[in-house]
């Protein structure tokens, strides 16, 4: 017969550490200790402590991201000596092709600029608000002021998309109309 006191404690989930690791990772703004502990159902000043741990471990290793205290809470962070390669890779490092809606989303922004998420949506026909965020992230499109009457955010084409378009202004995009079917006329009619 076994002594059940002298038996290991069978774990229920990760440790505490890997728990912090793997909600840290996810989180787009800085967690409290207290949120943290109550999600990991351990003691506040434990969490703290691991926290802590954690941050002088990754300081210690020289990794390239940094476990910080900011705001009231945890967050990861790109050490600052790294921050050139980040913005390297964000900005050019991507070879990621536009997606089929990124591009419809694209070439509404270029062709009608100024213009709003909503009036964005309403010719595209389906919500943009992703996508939109997206081009705003890879610099093609940019902030333009907001409409007076409904204070919406109004965006443009960036400097940058020109530049990846090899135009130098927005005169050269070519022209839609040969691109648009012959009964485009009928069509607008249909849907009103």
Known sequence: MTDVASEPELSAGPDLRAGLEAILLVVDEPVAEVT?????????????????????????????????????????????????????????????????????????????????????????????????????????VEEAGTEPESQAVLYRTSSYFLERMGLRELDELPELAPFLPDDMESLEEQKQ
């Open 36 to 140: 943290l502990a109550q999600v990991l159902e351990r003691p506040v000043h434990e969490v703290g402590r691991v926290l802590r741990e954690l941050s002088a471990e990754y300081t210690e290793a020289g990794r390239g991201f940094d476990l910080r205290e900011v705001a009231g809470g945890w967050r990861f962070y790109t050490r600052a000596e790294c921050a050139s390669l980040v913005e390297r890779f964000v900005r050019d490092g991507q070879q990621t092709r536009l997606t089929q809606a990124a591009l419809e989303t694209l070439a509404v922004v270029a062709y009608r600029q100024p213009v709003s998420r909503a009036r964005v949506a309403a010719i595209r026909g389906v919500n943009s608000d992703g996508v939109m965020r997206t081009l705003v992230t890879r610099g093609l």
